[in-house]
Structures are given as structure tokens and as C-alpha cells.
């Protein structure tokens, strides 16, 4: 790895190596007084540049122009070209593709998979430094989420064959260099490409992927005109070491490359094509998603007029002009559409403040020239421009004028005063000073201007907001308060009120609500409800006095207040339940009909809808006794709803909709309206917005889960690290041998897929790629993980062994949705979970050697989960709400003859410690407590609790979500507990408020 001194020795060399002719610069090198390291990393770098300069200097791509013999590849580290027909693991290599600075390029065969994919072999240099590599493996993990039309995806990155491997998406067709060579490109044409660019580049962007090299060798035409973008990140991932200081003033003497800006963190010498290069790259600074729209803009300059925005003798001369001139306005042909000519315009405002801040915005613009060319001239008034801008929820695209936004502030009291917060002009926060509470977003120029406003509100200093399975937060209907959940100053969950119409006033947090999800608001705006781990609570705002409505109460998924002081709400994994706002006996609305979730109250207070799980539908329920009923079908999954004044909001896809519901007929109406994108949905449809009744809406562009690091913690509640990049973790389990971990993650776009750690040489392997494994358990002999998958419905139990060739193979072929619980000594028997529509979650037992699966006898109508078979197979400890309250519970296995209760009060995740002679658990005030054990034929004996650690700073677990997913596992000598911390999110986003919903034309 390379040290401080080297950096700046190969970054002087570099810069001045392209001082020199192209045919100069080897010679240069050779001449020069440095070490061998310095100028193979030098000679990587200038073939780096010579590609990105080159047309077509792509790697992943299958042009129409021939590829290079394999006997003329640039050489990197390895030796010897790999010949056609060689092998790596399953793939079988066809043909040389091409070669540079970030590897060899092959088409290969997948035998597997029975397809042709690219490979790039990374150069030895590489893979052989620890820290690169663990960088462009963490890159390559994140791009590997991007499943989209228009991206070609990475499909996965291993070691084969002494090599390290990038499995990548073959695009075949021409490249846009190649496309351009022959001169510019129609008006619609050059749309059609551009908005399919746009797609691309939003799809990454609401992930926090930047390309930061997009440019026309790098977008890849297909026969049948799809268009596919190439290399997101990778080349900052492989040269992500040189340079980590500021560049000097005079940088700009040579041409910069690409950026070399370590995982975001810090700003470094610039690398890339100059031509394409935004202003701030060019100056040496970080790189963003305006970078991008920059990009962007060249691209699309480029394919109208047949030349390059910014062009000179060389790269100095042409980041110059990046900096200094405007490109020629006067090129753009005549048939360019006035809105694309503003648009370019906004694309490349050398003030990365003025520029467009979203790709959805470009691709919004270039939607409505391509449906309606002549349109430029429409009028304010038209139901497109009146509806809510469909961007992304970061960033608002303008397009109306100032004044009818100010229209829109004089029509909404809470839009007035917020604006008065703030002041007129936006403020972009750092984070190395406070944050303002309220933040003006909506754009406010005179081009394009918009008719939605937007703030962002941030939680008070030194607190964050919660990411848990429930939708966190939720608008009072009158539109003037905001309540939320967050992780306070010690590090605990509470429930905070801040008040949108008070100017400059704080958030307050509500002492009493520790442990807070789900809050809910009364319709008159005067209470709000909420549950903690246990009950259904409420709370004045005017006096902050917490009241109890029930115990025995949890939500995660959703509840609803009418004006008759009744509460609806999903209580469990059945049906919904009811209870009085003053208190009294919970009694069911729609039990017995299977998962019932995020109910809301229509306008007369007796009708709700809610979300079915199984079937997929939005279905209508009644106080009354009236049968339920189907409205309309979800085509993928459920989602969280509001409803507000005759609209019912539901997502799709990381979509949100609104659909008009007619309350006298009580029918939805009319085709939904896609509002905004890029709001995560997990699998039981939290998807975190809220409206009110009144005004605004209000969106989190933020994944579920809470950010985790994984430690050791001793008896003495010593931690030691393990993994310290935060993750969201959803279940972990220990190897037989305690060498390797089994962990389920959640990734950025809310799938989870198992990962392998091996523990003492901190590597991973990734075991599934589909974004549907959870909850992993090993067999006995460590060959083997059973985990569930929810690539079917019901969800049902994966069995992988890790000895190849023998196949995975599935389990739990009923209805039941199965959950992996335990995997019995025996290496034959499972234990799962079944969630049942009547008798809740059940406990099975699988047994591999025929499929049958047998429930067990100590099943109650209650909740029976999270269950853990001793070493021996004689007994089984899992956790039962039967009392009303989660206790862990002991039994004899299989028989359940022999039961006794373990947690005295309250309690969840039970494990097994000391070869069986200990059972720890978290207790019900959240301490990791153990209890000695001792069974025979006839007797349990438990020894007294013994309380450990506080455990609240563990990660949450639900029931909901997974029943068996747990947050720490204990070590084979039951002295030491794995277990996933919660931990801070540097780049949570902010909540976006969104004014004026209502602006939606109701006769769509």
C-alpha cells in the first residue's frame, strides 16, 4: 500500500508525465529517479487516462467496432492474457474484451446460469493491497443493488482461480462515442437516449451511488434502442488511494483524472475526462450527484449539436474552459425545444447551487417534451404543471414561477410561517454546525419555477431520527405539528413534538415514551398516540402527561384514531384489533382473516382501510360488523397508507401514489398518480411518509432498520470490535466452531441477503444475491445454513450447504409462512416458525428426511417464537406472549411435557450457554440476564437471575418483520456475546415536508 510519500510522488510524476506527448511518456518514466512501485502506478494511471480519453473507452461494454487481439492488450500485473476457453470457477472465458488500468475485460460463459457475462480481472496491484481491495469490494457490494433497465448491473465479485473477479452485465451494441463519430443526433432521437440516461442516473442516485465519469463511451446502445450505463463508481473504487490532500493551486497546470476521494470522506486530485468534468471536480473538489447532472449536460449537448461542450488543445485547456467559458449556446439546432434549451442551460451552471440538483427533474422535463413536442408554451394552469412534481424527495425541480409558489405559501398558514423561519434564501447546512430545524428547499428562480414547496426538517442537534420496522413519524391533520421518533442524547428512543408554526422553536422531547414506535395523531390534532415495546400509550401536547390506553399492546405496523375516540390497530401477526381511546378490553375487528396491516379511517369514521399481506390487496373494513372487502390488488407488496380528504396514498416499487376514493360509494376511483420515487418499502410495507388532512405531506428517503456495528461484549460488559462499518442487521448466528458468522443485511434499497464472516481473518463471502434471506442458522457439523427466503409467498425455509455440488433445496410447502428458528443436533430436524391466521406463531418441527413438518404441543392461541433446541436436543427454550407479555419459556423437546417459565418479567431471545447449562435472555427492562439450568425426566431447576449488561443499545427485533431475528448470539463458553449495536448514521437524511399535496387535479 502505498505511504504519504509515495501519493505525492506519484501524483507530481503523473501531472507532469501529461505534460509530455503521449508517445513521450514512457520514455519520461523510465528517465525519472523512483522506486519500481511508483511507475507501474504511474503507467496504470496514464493508461487510465488514455481510455477515458479515448471514444469507447469503456470496459464492459461489446461494441460493433472489433475488439483488440488478445496479443495487443495493455498489460497490467498478470503475465499471460487468459486464453478463450480457459476456466474461473463456473465461468468459461470466450474472447478477450479489452484491457486498461482497471483490469482485463473477458466475455465468458456462466455455466451456471447458462449466460454470457463480461469479467474484469482486477490487476494485481489491487488485489493484493488489503485496503483497496476491502474499498472496491464495499463499492462493488453497493452497486451490485443496482437492478435497472438502463444500468448494466453488476452481478457479484469473488476470488476464482487466484484472481480477483468482477461479474458484470454483457452489453452488446455501440457505444454513444461510436454514435457521435458520425455526426450529431436528431432532436428526438437524442431524447429518447437522454431521458433513458436520466432513468439511470435517478435510479443510482436515490441509493447514493454517483457515477462521477459518465460521459458518451461509457452508455452503450442496443439494437433495439435500450440504452445501458456503464462503470457506476468502479474506477474510483480501484484508484482510490492517490492523493488524499487538497490539491495545490496551480493543479490545474495538468489535467486531472479522476477523483480519488476515499469512500466520500475526503477530497483529493481530480481524475477523469476533463470534457465532461463539472466545475467542482476540476477544482479539486468532492464529487456529487450534481456532478453527475453535469455530466449529463455535456452528454446531452454533445447529441445535439455533434460537438463537445468544452473542448480544447488539451486537458488543461479544456478544464479551463470549464471553469471560464459557457458552452456555445448559438450550435443548438433550431429544433431543439425551448424547455431542453433551458434545461441544458440549468445542467451546466458552473454554481453547483443553481444547478439541477436531481435527475428526476431532467427526466421530467425531457417526459414531457417527448409526450407533447409542442408544448413548450403551456400554460401555469395546465393539470401537468398543477400536480406535485415526480422527483426524487431530495431536491425539488422548479417549474413555475416564484409567485405562484408564494401562491401556494398565502394558501397553506403552516408554508408562511416556515418560510418566515428560514428566511428567503437557502442556507445549506455542514455538519460541523448546528442544524436549522426548517429549511426552505423549493427553488425560487425564474426559470422552469415550481408550484410544490419544500422543507427539510432535521431533528435538534446531537439526536437522530429512529429507522425501525414502523413508520416513525406522522403529521398532526391539521398540518402544524410534526411528531416523531428519535434516538435522544442517551442513546434511547423517545417520542418528540415539534411544532411547524412557531417560529424558531425547538423540537421537544416527551419524557416518559422511552422506547417509542408508531405514532399516531387523535383527528382533532389534540393527542397523540404511540406504543412502546408493551402498550398502547397516549399523550397531550399542551401537557405532555403520558397516559395508559392498554397494555399488552404493540404496533410496528400502523394505527388509526376517529372522531369517536376509538383506535384501530394492527396488534400482532393476525387480525386488527380496537379499543377505546380512554382505555378498556382490546377486542378484535377483522381477527381470524389472516395479517392485517397500516389501517386508516375514512371520512365517516366507521369505514378503514387497511393492507392485507396475503392476498396482496388493499381491502375495506367497517366498526359496524359489515363483511371486508377487496379495493384493489398490490402488484408487488404491501405498503403503509394514509388517507387524507378523499385520497388514499400507498407505495409501489419505492413509488408513492395517491388514488381518489369516493366516500359515498365507498370505492376507490379513477388511475392512481405517481407522486414522488425513492421512498424504500420493506417486505411488510413500511414505507415512511405521512399527510395531513390540511397541507403538507411529509417523506423519509431513508431504509428501515437502525445502523449497527458488531462487538464482543463480556460478562463485564467489555466490548471488543468486530465490525465497525455500521450495517442493519437482521439475525446472526455463530458457527458450531465460533470461527466463522452467519448474518443477515439489509441492504440500501431494504432487500437483506446472508453473508459468511470469517472471524479470524475478518473476510466475507456472500451467500444469497436476491435481497430475500433472513435469519440464518447453521447445522451442527457447520456444513450447512438453513435461513428463510421470501422469494415465495408464503415465505418458506432455504437450505444451503456450503460443500458443493450438493443443491439447495427448499422446505415448508404449506400456506404457513416459515421463518428458521433452530437447526437440531441430529443435523435432519428444524425447528421453524409458522405463522398462522388464527393460532398466530407456531412452533414446528421439519424434518428433512421426508418434509414433514409437525406442530408442536406446547403451541398456545398466543404467539410462540424465537426458539433455540439445546445441545443435547432434549429441551427447547423460545419466547410465548401467552401471559400477555413476551416471557421465555423452557420445554421438554419434542414432547412440551415438561415446561417452565424462565424470565421473570418480561423477556425475549433466548440462547443457550455453556454447553447447555445456562440460558441467557434479554430481560424485560433490558438487561442481558442469565439463569443456570439443570433438567431431568421429572424437574426443571433454575438457578436465580443474574443480570450482565444493559442490552438496550442492541438493535431492535420484531416479531413482524421475522420472528426468529435476533440481535446478539452467545459464544460456545457462554463468557462472551456477539451482539449488533446500534450506531450513528452520519448521512441520515432529513425528513422532507412537502406543502401542498391538495394541489393534485381530482378529476384524473
Known sequence: MENPSNREQIRALFLAALERAPDERAAFLRAQNSDDEVRREVASLLAAHADAEAPGGHETGVSDRAAPRAGGAKRLDRSATLQSGAKLGPYVVVSLLGAGAMGEVYRARDTNLRRDVALKILPESLAADRDRLARFTREARTLGVLNHPHIAQVHGFEALGGVRVLVMELVEGQDLAQHLARGPIPAAEALRIARQIADALEAAHVRGIVHRDLKPANIMIREDGTVKVLDFGLAKACLDDLGSATPPADALAAPPTMTTQPLATEVGVLVGTAAYMSPEQARGGAVDKGSDIWAFGCVLYEMLTGARAFHGASAADTLAGVLQRDPAWDRLPDTTPPSIRVLLRRCLRKDRRERLQDAAGVRIEIDDVLHDPNGSARSPATPDQARLDQSSPVGATSRHRWWVAAAAIGACGVALVAYAVVGKRPVEPRRDQPRQATRLTASAGTESPSADLRFELWPERGTSYASSFDVPFALAPDGRSLAYVAVGHDGIKRLWIRRLDATGEPAIEIAGTENANTPFWSPDSAWIGFFNRHDLLKVRPTDRRVRTITTHASAMAGATWNADGVIVFAGGTGGLSRVSAEGGPVAPVTAGEGSHFWPQFIGDGRHFVYAALIPREIRLGSLTGEPSRALMKFPVAPSSLVYARGYLFFGRDSRLFARAFDEATLELVGEPIELLRGIPITQLGRMPFSVSADGPLAVWPYVAGAP?????????????????????????ALAPDARRLAVSRRDSNSGADVWIRDLARSTETQLTFDGNGFAPRWSADGGRLVLTTTTTVPPRLLVKSLQRPTPDFEL?????????SSWCGDGVRIVSVRIDPITRDDLYVDDLRGGRAERLPINSPANEYQALVSPDDRWLAYVTDESGRDEVWVASFPSGQLKRQVSID????????????????????SWLTVRSFAGTDIDIALGKPRELFDAATFVETSPLVTPTTNSYVAAV???????????????????????????????R
Open 708 to 732: 449497527a456495528t458488531l462487538r464482543w461484549l463480556t460478562e463485564t460488559g467489555a466490548t471488543a470490535s468486530v465490525v465497525e462499518t455500521p450495517a442493519r442487521y437482521l439475525g446472526l
Open 906 to 925: 418480561g423477556g425475549t431471545s433466548p440462547q443457550w450457554t455453556d454447553g447447555g447449562r445456562e440460558l441467557a435472555y434479554i430481560s424485560g427492562r
Open 973 to 1003: 463458553d457462554g463468557r462472551r456475546f456477539l451482539a449488533a449495536v446500534r450506531a450513528n448514521d452520519p448521512d441520515v437524511p432529513p425528513i422532507q415536508l412537502i406543502v401542498n399535496w391538495r394541489t393534485l387535479p381530482r378529476d
Open 812 to 820: 415448508g410447502g404449506s400456506l404457513l409462512p416459515a421463518f428458521a
